[in-house]
Structure formats: C-alpha cells, structure tokens
C-alpha cells in the first residue's frame, strides 16, 4: 500500500489537472484552480509539467472578468496515437485514433482464411498501414488493442476461438515483438462495450450490457462504470447459453447455444430456402430485400428478434442493467429488430424491470469494437502518470 507522501501527492494532482483540461477544454488556469480547488501556484506548475511533456497547449486568451485576460489551455489530443482493431470471422477492421477516440483514418479487409499465420500477417500489415499516421507526433504510436471473438483470460491469451477454430493462440507475444509496443487482447464484444461506454450510446450509463451480434454472439457487461470480466477473463460468453437441450449442434461443442438462433449465422440459415442453390448471400443483400419488404426475409427477422429479446427477459432479470446495447453487424438491422423484441420484452418482463432499463443500438456499430480497443491502448498509455483515486 502506498503512503500519502510528496510525490504521490503531486501525481495525484497532475491526474486531476489533466483530466479537467481534457473534460473541460479551453479552460484557463484560474478556472482549474476554482474546479479542483488547488491553489493557483500548484496548478501553474502542474499546468508547466503538462506542457513540457507535450500534453497540454495555449489557445490564447479567453474574456476577463475582471482584470487580465486568462490564457486557455488545450489537450493536445494529437500527441500520440492508437490503433484499435477488430479481428471478426471473416473480416479485419482496424482504426487509428488520436488520444480523445476520434478516428483519423480507417481500414478493413475481408478474410476468408482463418490460420492463425495468415491472419497474424495480415493483421500486422494493416497496423504497419495505419501507423503511417502517427509520425512526427511527440508520442507516435502509443499502443494497439484488437478484440477477438473468444474466450481471452487476463493475460491475453486466446483461449478458444470457436468461429476462427483457435486455440491457445498467442497473439499478443508476437505483436509486442513485431512492433515493441504495448499490446493489449480482449475480448470483442468486452472491447465494444468499452467503446459505446467511453464514445457512444452509454456514456454517462454505470450499469450496461452490450450484446454483439454478428457471425457469432457475445456479451460486454458493465457494472457500476467497470467492465467486468468474471474471475478469469472469460466472462460473457452469452451466445453459449442453451436454449434447446436437443437444439443445433453448436462449434463450442454444445447443443442448443442461443448463437445457432440469433446470430448472422443463423438468419443466413434461416433465409437460404428463399434463394437458388449455391447463392451467395450477404447482409447487405437483406437489408435491401428488407427495405423493398419482401415477405420472406421480414418474416426471418422477426424470427431471429423473438429470439434476441427472449435471451434479452434472461439478461434483464439477471444484471437490472439500466441498458442494453445491441452491436457488431445486427446494430443495422435496428428497423427490422427493434419491435419483436420488444415484443417479447413487453410480454415476458415484469413492469418493475421494464421499465427499468433503455433498449438501445450501438452508435458506432461496426466500428464499437475498434474504438474500445484504441481506448485500452490510450488508458494504458496514461495509467503510467495518472493515479485512480478510489
């Protein structure tokens, strides 16, 4: 345990003044000091520290109450950057951001080859791609985060992979040593909920659960402002949960997985009869037969919701979350899925959780993960000159 000496004092009241700069920008000195309530002296030479280490600019000056004008200070969001990246089942898509999650450039590929070498190649190139955009930043880049659709334990380690067919891949050792930067594996659907915390629809939101759907299903909970992530790291795995004892059998070896129902996976399955034999069919494709309404495809989509919002009654009357976040793919299909869920919310919820929670889409939707991903990177970077007060 820490003692409350000089220094961590100091440390203490450099994370306070940075934060204020970054929440509250342009502020002035004066104004940091009545915020915080440290004297002006402290903040100053805080404020110096912070400039000198490039994360803290002048603006100019800002109107006077009184006397002379102040002079406002910045965050200087352009210091450093992250590369977050989304690893799906068939498809990578990585971003760059600048050190508040605005995305300065974006690239996505589509894979059809699950190998681990193949993928760890093409993942690297696109990284080495983005990381063009850091150059001649104070910083450069800063670190990388990717989100995995499987089970990820605390040390980044990826466990079991079911739609990729991984186990025990060690994705982690191998970009450090590519890159000798910090990296950080999660989970996807635990890094896309972090990004809708931090960017999107639940901001401001202490007990969420985001729900990504897409080739598989997975879940991110959020409770009291912290992802939780179970004893292990494996927490979340809501699209193994059964919901037919002698349902389909499912790649985790199970029977039943409310995954067979609900994902991508299963709404391709579930249309495939609508169409000629050896059609390749896509989500795009669906939604434009959705929007011109074509009986049959609007008829699976009610289906695939009805399913969605009974795992959602199960969700609701376990974690009382104040909200829950559909993602990934199906985050577009909110015109064609939002009423039988709630239909089924409406039917199978008592009032009291009813009405207790917010049924929302994600606002970033396929780029949620990507962006929680940059964010693990970011906080890693700060968390060595910030100190948590608890």
């Keep these: ?148 659709p499987g089970m990820i334990d605390n040390n980044g380690l990826i466990l079991f992979a079911p739609n990729l067919n991984w186990h025990r891949v060690d994705l982690k050792d191998y970009l450090e040593k590519e890159f000798r930067l910090p990296v950080t594996i999660e989970n996807e659907a635990k890094a896309g909920a ?20 897409g080739i598989g299903i997975g879940a991110g909970i959020i409770i009291n402002d912290r992802l939780h992530k179970g004893s292990t790291g494996i927490s979340g795995e809501i699209g193994h949960v059964s919901i037919d004892s002698q349902g389909k059998k499912c790649l985790c070896g199970n029977r039943g997985c409310w995954e067979m129902y609900s994902s991508e996976a299963a709404l391709m399955d579930k249309v495939r009869p609508l169409f000629p034999p050896g059609t390749r069919i896509s989500l795009e494709m669906l939604i ?42 199906f985050a577009v299909l909110e015109p064609w899925l939002r009423k039988p869920i709630q239909r089924v919310l409406q039917q199978r919820l008592l009032p009291y959780y009813h009405d207790s929670f917010e049924l929302k889409f994600s606002e970033h939707g396929m780029l949620s993960c990507a962006l929680g991903c940059a964010a693990f990177s970011i906080e890693q970077f700060f968390s060595e000159s910030r100190v948590t007060v608890v």
């Design 288 to 329: 434009k037969m959705a929007m011109e309404n074509h009986h049959g495809v609007l008829n699976a989509l009610d289906q695939i919701g009805e399913y969605i919002g009974i795992v959602l009654t199960n969700i609701v009357n376990t974690f009382n979350p104040e909200q829950i976040i559909i993602g990934n793919r």
């Design 1 to 148: 345990m820490k003692t409350g000496d000089q220094g961590l004092v100091r440390k203490i009241n450099k994370s306070i003044v940075l934060n204020k700069i970054q929440t509250e920008s342009p502020v002035s000195r004066a104004q940091i000091s009545k915020i915080t309530g440290l004297n002006k002296a402290t903040v100053s030479s805080l404020v110096s520290e912070l400039m000198e280490e490039h994360f803290v600019g002048e603006i100019g000056v800002g109107l006077s109450s009184g006397g002379r004008r102040p002079t406002m200070l910045f965050f200087n969001k352009n210091a450093g950057y992250s590369i977050g990246v989304d690893l799906g089942v068939n498809y990578i898509l990585a971003v760059i951001t600048d050190l508040q999650g605005n995305i300065i450039n974006k690239q996505k590929i589509e894979t059809e080859e699950t190998e681990p070498e193949i993928i760890f190649l093409k993942v690297k190139n696109l990284i080495r791609l983005l990381q063009k955009e850091a150059s001649g930043s104070p910083y450069g880049l800063v670190g990388i985060g990717l989100g995995v």
């Design 194 to 213: 972090h990004g809708e915390k931090i960017y999107g629809a639940g901001q401001n939101i202490s007990d969420l659960i985001y729900v990504s759907i």
